[in-house]
């Protein structure tokens, strides 16, 4: 085999075996790991940081072992998830017997004094209360009736998983995905990332699908809409309060007062942390599981591999961007860069070595839970779902519904084209 113009071959300083690696990629020792991390992040500062690291790594090599045997699969949730959720509810009790108590002394105290407290007491609560999410306001938004083929394909997908189907879709510039509710009647939202969409093959969106509907089919929404409402309450607890810096004497009589009520916030929301730090990492291998039966097992698993080289495609995207600013391709107009952006990206997506997804997975050993506490490690969350025995796909899709389902997201690739384009590409 001749040598391609990216291809280069180098003497591994440590073990001096031969290396053959793409130059466009991180070049490494398949023998002996050398060179295989070199970006290797910075450890966490400050004991919160490094006992939440600590405390996810512990969790986290547990549970893999378990999910990786089949097992601590039978229920939905674990006594973290329910103590977790016991917690929220109490904080949120709380809220309502602020709210209760100033009503209270609004009508014992008409016209006097007390009323003004229970003014106060209100004012405290609404500061308090659990926020509704609102639909995104950049960005395309989509509803039934804008894309039927593609609300066609995520309802066959939800049944598959053993829910319903969105309300709306969202379209954003992400290398990711993500599902939440909305609004009092608590619609659901599923928001698509294009960069992630784009470079993913029919069967790896449906796992992708899968994935997401499965955190509604598994109660991972609900549960985490009232965890995270709990935890900004108990940060507006703790803003409250926090003792004054350089205070004044009547601050420092407040401070006196509030210092074990501080303590006591503090110590519900590290609690509360560590309880969803848990039941999220096991919710993801959960709904894995989940994509893997809609999409096939090895779907699911070519979706793992896709999210694994994440950061190349926002290379690939910052590149583009960059070119833009210089004006490199003024040949091209804008909108003729922005149609063809997506076609680049799955080009270079595809031309990632298996050498890079081996080394990536080797990073992701050695980095172990440290990178991101509330997300599984992707080579464990591919590991899992290769464990247990593989699944054929529930759903499967055509041609024609692939391309139907093109031409319904066609006004939104190139919108966030163009968004991408002219306002770069973070990170
Ligand atoms: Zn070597
Ligand atoms: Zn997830």
């Known amino acids: 085999m001749g040598i391609t113009a990216d291809e280069t071959v180098q003497v591994c300083p440590q073990c001096g075996s031969d290396i053959r690696g793409d130059a466009r990629f991180t070049v490494w020792c398949a023998a002996c790991d050398w060179n295989v991390d070199p970006q290797k992040p910075e450890a966490e500062h400050g004991l919160p940081a490094r006992t939440r690291q600590a405390a996810a790594h512990r969790y986290g090599a547990r549970l893999a072992a378990d999910m990786a045997s089949g097992g601590e699969l039978r229920a939905r949730r674990d006594v973290a998830a329910v103590l977790a959720c016991v917690c929220a509810v109490l904080v949120h009790g709380l809220t309502l017997l602020v709210t209760a108590l100033g009503i209270r002394w609004i009508i014992s105290g008409w016209g006097g004094v007390p009323m003004a407290g229970g003014l106060l007491l209100l004012a405290l609560a609404w500061s308090l209360r659990p926020r509704l999410g609102t639909l995104p306001q950049d960005g395309p938004v989509l509803h039934r009736a804008d894309a039927p083929e593609l609300f066609a394909l995520i309802d066959d997908v939800a049944e598959a998983v053993g829910t319903r189907g969105v309300d709306t879709v969202a379209v954003d510039a992400d290398i990711n995905a993500g599902v939440t509710t909305y609004g009092l009647r608590r619609r659901r939202l599923l928001t698509l990332g294009l960069p992630l969409w784009e470079v993913l093959t029919p069967a790896q969106r449906i796992a992708l699908l899968g994935h997401e509907l499965g955190h509604f089919?598994?109660?991972?929404?609900?549960?985490?809409?009232?965890?995270?409402?709990?935890?900004?309450?108990?940060?507006?607890?703790?803003?409250?309060?926090?003792?004054?810096?350089?205070?004044?004497?009547?601050?420092?009589?407040?401070?006196?007062?509030?210092?074990?009520?501080?303590?006591?916030?503090?110590?519900?929301?590290?609690?509360?942390?560590?309880?969803?730090?848990?039941?999220?990492?096991?919710?993801?291998?959960?709904?894995?599981?989940?994509?893997?039966?809609?999409?096939?097992?090895?779907?699911?698993?070519?979706?793992?591999?896709?999210?694994?080289?994440?950061?190349?495609?926002?290379?690939?995207?910052?590149?583009?961007?960059?070119?833009?600013?210089?004006?490199?391709?003024?040949?091209?107009?804008?909108?003729?860069?922005?149609?063809?952006?997506?076609?680049?990206?799955?080009?270079?997506?595809?031309?990632?070595?298996?050498?890079?997804?081996?080394?990536?997975?080797?990073?992701?050993?050695?980095?172990?839970?440290?990178?991101?506490?509330?997300?599984?490690?992707?080579?464990?969350?591919?590991?899992?779902?290769?464990?247990?025995?593989?699944?054929a796909p529930t759903v499967v899709v055509g041609e024609d519904r692939t391309r139907r389902i093109g031409v319904e997201l066609a006004d939104a690739r190139t919108l966030v084209a163009r968004q991408i384009l002219r306002d770069g590409f973070p990170g």
């Open 217 to 391: 089919s598994n109660g991972d929404v609900r549960h985490g809409t009232l965890v995270a409402s709990a935890h900004r309450s108990l940060a507006a607890w703790a803003y409250y309060l926090a003792p004054a810096h350089n205070p004044s004497p009547v601050q420092f009589f407040v401070s006196v007062v509030c210092f074990v009520p501080w303590l006591l916030v503090r110590g519900v929301m590290l609690t509360l942390d560590r309880l969803t730090l848990r039941a999220t990492q096991r919710a993801e291998y959960l709904a894995d599981r989940l994509a893997g039966r809609a999409a096939s097992t090895e779907a699911a698993v070519q979706l793992m591999d896709r999210l694994l080289i994440s950061d190349s495609a926002a290379t690939v995207l910052r590149r583009e961007v960059s070119r833009q600013a210089r004006g490199s391709h003024r040949t091209q107009g804008a909108d003729d860069r922005a149609h063809g952006l997506w076609d680049r990206l799955v080009t270079s997506m595809d031309s990632v070595p298996e050498a890079e997804y081996e080394r990536l997975r080797r990073v992701g050993a050695r980095r172990g839970h440290s990178v991101d506490a509330t997300h599984p490690p992707t080579h464990l969350r591919r590991a899992c779902l290769l464990a247990v025995e593989s699944v």
